[in-house]
């Protein structure tokens, strides 16, 4: 860690504790109770802090720091006792605004970018539809141009901060050409006519995060609103996917090392047998396993971001971290609350919590089984 990490990123690194500490884990199990959170107020504290543009120019309010920043703010993120709020957070920091700070025009910059990270305005992507999830070029939503406007119809499922957002890059078809080829994104504002939003799903976890069903219905947004260039939307997004995928790996790793820092804290004090359960060598060997899977993972997500930041080709490293990440989750939560037995099982909150909530790691940001099937490829 000394390798990637300066006295200055040390220090950001107290200030993001200090504030998710006082903001944040001293609320999440009302806001878990409620199955909600104040997205506005929290979004807003964090972009008077500058959180949420760590790396965006600062012609748009935003920090222009380095990478490392950005891992540093994730592995805190990891660290929020209830999954949701990084959940909604990352989607706006890590998927959204890059999307549009790297692929947007200067007018899409001023009146989406720059308020977003200012905390102002709260965004969405909008991918996964009914039939269509990993396989994204089954989308059926349709974007008719009309003049100078594109009319838009389609139904999106699943949408991380759905009814919260101010603003949906949302994945369309423009064309009827190839579909790697006949496809935009496209900011739809959700003040726009024709625009719902329906808060319907019940949840195994992540209770407190917004999930949504879209439902454009004769949407009408200017052209100008279309990220990159027309018809390139697709490309957009495979390009978009290997930044989530690298976030996610780093998120996974912080959210294991915080369940098996619980986990060791409870094994120290929980005498079994007239033994603590930590010098048990079953339950020794076990958290020393999954803390040298959790170690190789976290080292292997620093070599991505080394291969990210120097722009160099890992669309394999990526997708092996991802992929890695959601099985390793998965084993951390479900070791550690077996080892805690009934008071894991029946009292803690937050390891139930915990077991839920990273469950979707193996789903969101791309699937497992997805990721295999990239990985393929490469035999």
Known sequence: MMAYFSEEHKLFRKSVQGFIHREINSLVDQWEAEEMFPADQLY????????LGLSHSSSYGGLDLD????????????????????MSITTQTEIVTPIIARYGSPVLKEQYLRPAIMGDFIGALAVTEPEAGSDVSRIATMAHESGDYYIIDGRKSYITNGSIADFVVTLCRTSSGPSANSMSLIIVPTST????????????GNLCCDHAELIYESVKVPKENVIGLENMGYNILLDSFQRERLILGIL???QAKRILNRTKHYARERV?????LIDQQSIAFSLVNLE???????????????LFISDNECTKEMAMVKLKAGKLLRLVADECLQMLGGFGYMED????RAYRDTRAMAIAGGSTETMQHILKKFL
């Open 67 to 86: 990478f490392w920043y950005t891992v540093i703010w994730i592995e805190e993120l990891g660290k929020i006792e209830a999954g949701g709020i990084p």
């Open 349 to 352: 909150i937050q390891m139930i």
């Open 44 to 51: 807003k504290k964090m972009g008077n802090e500058g959180f």
């Open 252 to 254: 996974a790793c912080a």
């Open 193 to 204: 006519p024709g625009f719902t939003a329906v808060k319907n799903y019940k949840k195994l």
């Open 272 to 276: 079994v047998f007239g033994q603590r």
């Open 292 to 306: 040298t899977e959790v170690e190789f993972l976290q080292q292997m997500a620093y070599h991505c971001a080394d």
